[in-house]
């Protein structure tokens, strides 16, 4: 692993020090792709957005495609899937597997 994905590692095990960041991030790990509505109520926040947000600016790409649909009044909208890259999910992985991640309020 270079350098760069070095850093990345160490800026990502800082987040992941919140519980509902690992949270977000084991979602993400164990599914093809999530929408806001799939991880909210399971990594219980209101906020996954801030979360995603937080791991791209420490490095990582989280690519958010958005997509058509129609909404329950039978207009158009648009929502975002996210998901992660190859270089993503290995960056992710390994820095869940340092010790003390996920354990901080």
């Given at each position: 692993m270079n350098i760069r994905n070095s850093n990345t590692i160490n800026m990502?095990?800082?987040?992941?020090?919140?519980?509902?960041?690992w949270r977000v991030a084991n979602m993400l790990l164990n599914r093809k792709e999530a929408t806001r509505s799939d991880l909210e109520p399971?990594?219980?926040?209101t906020y996954a957005p801030n979360y995603i947000k937080a791991f791209r600016d420490a490095g990582l790409a989280i690519p958010c495609e958005?997509?058509?649909a129609i909404n329950r009044d039978g207009n158009a909208c648009r929502y975002g899937v996210y998901s992660?890259?190859?270089?993503?999910?290995?960056?992710?992985?390994?820095?869940?597997?340092?010790?003390?991640?996920?354990k901080v309020a």
């Open positions: 990502v095990k800082t987040i992941l020090m919140d519980k509902t960041a399971s990594c219980g926040t958005m997509r058509n992660l890259t190859d270089t993503d999910r290995a960056i992710l992985s390994r820095a869940m597997e340092l010790p003390n991640v996920g």
